[in-house]
């Protein structure tokens, strides 16, 4: 198997960026990482690139496929981000969430960690078939039977985390336990706040369905939500992204989506 792999990153209404992204291939194995920082402008943007080349680092370091490796890389960025704290009393209050991801390209299998609202999407056959929770206290209404999950993008505490790197309390990242076998055509999306607050799960759907290749799909995204976010007036947030494809070793990557299309409109 290979990857068909794009990213992509933007500042949207703010001043400074505070989201990164890092990825690494050892062998066979790959890894991918975002993070958005909260903290103060230079404080969520230290601990964003803290986090991602925290676990970047470690996995190159000891490269492996297992839960425990993965705990351990992520592991590994809370204490160099609780280190940084302790050595600068102006970061105090800077944290970051996490996705990330592994693929074992030899053995056809994945596990993903997470942490805060930075989120995980798994599709197969162009449907979304496992998506990470959110640590947020938006969610947690969710789970208490107090909000639905549609309202998750309004809420007005859906940015609220109660757990992130640097501000983990008592909760800890979730890590996948077995790994998930993948299929030719799997896709995941590894997305902050700033692009799945603007885009709808069946929207993700239907342009996966119709785009040939990772960059004309993570791209259609891209424009869907930020025609979305215009309509709204609203200020949006840094946006960043991984849009991964399985592809076999010799398929052909087909050409972009058909610029004209649109995916359907939801009620």
Request: hydrophobic share 45%.
């Amino acid at each position: 198997m290979r990857l068909d792999i794009a990213q992509i990153t933007g500042i949207g209404d703010r001043q400074t960026n505070q989201d990164a992204l890092a990825s690494a291939i050892e062998d066979d194995l790959a890894c991918f990482v975002l993070a958005d920082g909260t903290g103060g402008h230079a404080g969520g943007e230290l601990a964003a690139h803290l986090v991602t080349g925290s676990i970047v680092e470690k996995f190159l370091q000891e490269a492996s496929f297992s839960a425990r490796a993965l705990r351990s890389y992520v592991d590994w960025a809370i204490y160099q981000v609780a280190q940084r704290k302790l050595d600068n009393a102006r970061q105090q209050q800077m944290s970051a969430t996490v996705a990330a991801l592994l693929i074992d390209q030899s053995n056809h299998c994945a596990l993903w960690a997470h942490l805060g609202d930075t989120r995980i999407y798994l599709f197969r056959d162009g449907k979304i078939i496992a998506v990470s929770k959110d640590h947020s206290h938006a969610q947690r209404l969710v789970d208490a039977g107090y909000a639905e999950y549609e309202v998750l993008r309004q809420h007005p505490q859906r940015s609220v985390l109660f757990a992130a790197i640097g501000a983990e309390g008592d909760s800890h990242p979730e890590v996948t336990l077995e790994a998930t076998l993948l299929q030719h055509g799997d896709a995941f999306l590894l997305c902050s706040d700033g692009l799945w607050e603007w885009i709808l799960e069946n929207e993700m759907e239907q342009v996966l369905t119709f785009a040939g290749n990772a960059d004309a799909w993570l791209t259609a995204m891209a424009d869907i939500a930020g025609q979305h976010n215009m309509a709204s007036r609203a200020d949006r947030d840094n946006f960043s992204a991984f849009a991964i494809i399985v592809r076999d070793e010799n398929e052909d990557i087909a050409g972009p989506v058909d610029t004209d299309w649109r995916p359907e409109q939801s009620d």
